[in-house]
């Protein structure tokens, strides 16, 4: 057990809805990371948040977005979904340590949340 | 650009040794290890930074060659618990990309008692 928490763990519906994840990162740790990961693309990094601000953005979708409240759970919500959205979506967090350039940490990643387009 | 990960798939028997080999075609600031077991969530093996570092826990160990821009896992005396996929991600120097991993497209590993 990481430490990091997913909900939903299972969600299933239909093209075009949206959809909002949710990750809580282990206590402590300020930056938020989030990868979307199906069978023909592999692990790819979306984009990540250090305390509550957007640090990184990776290959998002401008259907997706995300954020980071203050109390330092992060959210991704996923609209006008279609059928190749179907994937794992896994969150991460670390704790950067002092000096150490941030995306360079430990990450810890959340059991993920398998989304289901029909 | 993704990092390039060989052999692609590797089967062992138990007590086997194993080198899983990670290549860019980019200047790295640093390269990550991970093991993902089917159906369960990727988990860290171990971060090696710019300046060639060597890292280990009991028997798997990298190393990183910053002028070869390329990183190896080794895996000695492979255990049943060792199976998985074994991801490398890489995040490169400077710009403004220093914080985006990207991640290669992993390394099969399957021991067989």
């Known amino acids: 057990d990481s430490g990091v928490t997913q909900t939903p763990k299972h969600l299933i519906t239909a093209t075009g809805q949206r959809v909002t994840l949710r990750c809580s990162p282990r206590s402590g740790d300020l930056s938020v990371y989030w990868y979307q990961q199906s069978l023909d693309q592999g692990l790819q990094f979306l984009i990540q948040y250090y305390n509550g601000e957007e640090r990184a953005k990776g290959n998002i979708l401008e259907r997706f977005s995300a954020q980071q409240f203050p109390d330092l759970h992060s959210e991704l919500n996923l609209s006008s979904l279609e059928l190749g959205d179907s994937a794992l979506y896994f969150c991460a967090s670390s704790n950067p340590t002092s000096g150490r350039r941030v995306g360079t940490d430990t990450q810890y990643f959340g059991p993920g949340t398998r989304l289901t387009v029909l | 650009q993704q990092p390039v990960q060989s052999p692609q798939a590797v089967i062992l028997r138990e007590g086997e040794d194993a080198v899983i080999n990670c290549s860019s075609s980019?200047?790295?600031?640093?390269v990550h290890w991970y093991r993902q077991k089917h159906g369960e969530a990727p988990v860290f093996l171990m971060i090696?930074?710019?300046?060639?570092e060597q890292k280990g826990h009991d028997k798997i160990s990298a190393s990183f060659n910053e002028k070869k821009q390329q990183s190896s896992l080794y895996l000695t005396a492979s255990q049943l618990s060792y199976s998985g996929t074994y991801f490398c991600g890489t995040t490169p120097v400077g710009g403004s990309s220093a914080s985006k991993i990207i991640f290669g497209s992993g390394t099969r590993l399957s021991i067989r008692p």
């Open positions: 090696l930074l710019k300046g060639g």
């Open positions: 980019k200047a790295l600031y640093s």
